[in-house]
């Protein structure tokens, strides 16, 4: 995502008519009554058939992703699912694509895919999330070890996500600077942590072993709970990056929570269940969630109008500068 393509949501009624328009294109067994799920970078609907069947149908934002990129999401998520790791199964149009094309009255031609429901719910940060970030933990070792032997097919693109592009100037989610409730007097305690944690993750480095495909957005809101089982969805923002950032994903907007230590202790776990990490990887935790934090403040900056940005406050902010200081000092361990 660019700082430019931040969405400007049509009306609810053209974007209802895009995805009547975008399901038109799927065999009459998929089709069905359309509500609108969630608005944020992309517009995603429930699909309820008739029979009571259920799909999710996804309408692309325009000016975010090329076709070439949709298709290599969808080339991993087939690829995963292969290999029986429960992600959510696109779904073949009439033509047999998994790609689909609609438009709407003003509206530009957006991409469309549906895919297969998978049941649960997304967990709270209120809740005793200990179980599932065990279980997360091991999802994403499994994610890890597959991404590391997949080859990935011939003219495969994803975005790259390493500290110039979270962080640098032309970052794909914006300038942090432009932050909502940001003062000019804290930029430079942020300035200081951006340098430091670019100087840690050089030294980390992008080795094979480090730095490969991942989800690159397990944030509470992208994982569904069921009974026991944990389950990913949303892959729109996977892309090659530092494999441990699926780690600092996964805390997203709640960095600053007292249960940090807890939660990531049982990912560690979990991942442990089913890969190894050594004592570098544990080391470069605070650099990499102090990074995403930072990260989601310029996503906070070109998507302020978003009921989700809008919720965060400057209570968000303000628990953000005590974050930075705590890994300047070197308060943040989680070895």
Request: proline share 4%; charged share 20%.
């Amino acid at each position: 995502m660019t700082a430019a393509s931040a969405l400007a949501a049509p009306p609810p009624s053209t974007l209802d008519a895009l995805a009547r328009a975008a399901l038109a294109s799927y065999p009459a067994s998929y089709q069905g009554e359309v509500s609108l799920l969630s608005l944020s970078e992309n517009a995603t609907y429930l699909v309820r058939t008739a029979v009571g069947d259920r799909f999710v149908l996804r309408i692309h934002r325009p000016d975010y992703h090329s076709e070439r990129a949709v298709r290599s999401e969808l080339a991993w998520l087939a690829a995963l699912k292969s290999a029986a790791i429960k992600v959510p199964e696109a779904l073949p149009g009439s033509n047999g694509d998994l790609l689909q094309h609609a438009s709407a009255a003003g509206l530009s031609t957006r991409m469309a895919v549906l895919f297969s429901w998978i049941e649960g719910h997304e967990p709270d940060a209120q809740e005793n999330l200990e179980a599932s970030f065990e279980r997360l933990g091991a999802i994403n070792a499994r994610l890890h070890l597959h991404a590391r032997g997949w080859a990935r097919p011939d003219g495969f693109e994803r975005p790259t996500w390493n500290h110039q592009t979270m962080l640098g100037e032309g970052a794909h989610w914006g300038d942090w600077r432009h932050a909502p409730h940001l003062q000019a007097r804290h930029h430079g305690l942020i300035e200081a942590t951006i340098a430091v944690i670019g100087a840690q993750l050089q030294a980390y480095g992008q080795g094979a072993a480090r730095f490969g495909l991942i989800h690159a957005d397990l944030r509470l809101a992208n994982l569904l709970v069921d009974a026991e089982h944990t389950r990913v969805i949303d892959f729109d923002d996977c892309g090659i990056g530092w494999y441990l950032h699926d780690l600092a994903s996964a805390l997203s907007f709640h960095e600053h929570h007292a249960a940090v230590p807890v939660w990531i202790a049982h990912w560690l776990r979990g991942y442990g269940s089913v890969a190894s990490l050594d004592q570098a990887d544990l080391d470069i935790i605070p650099a990499l969630l102090v990074q995403r934090r930072l990260q989601l403040l310029a996503w906070t900056g070109t998507h302020s109008d978003t009921q989700l940005a809008l919720g965060l406050g400057a209570d968000w902010v303000a628990q953000t500068l005590p974050l930075c200081r705590d890994y300047l000092d070197g308060r943040l361990n989680f070895a």
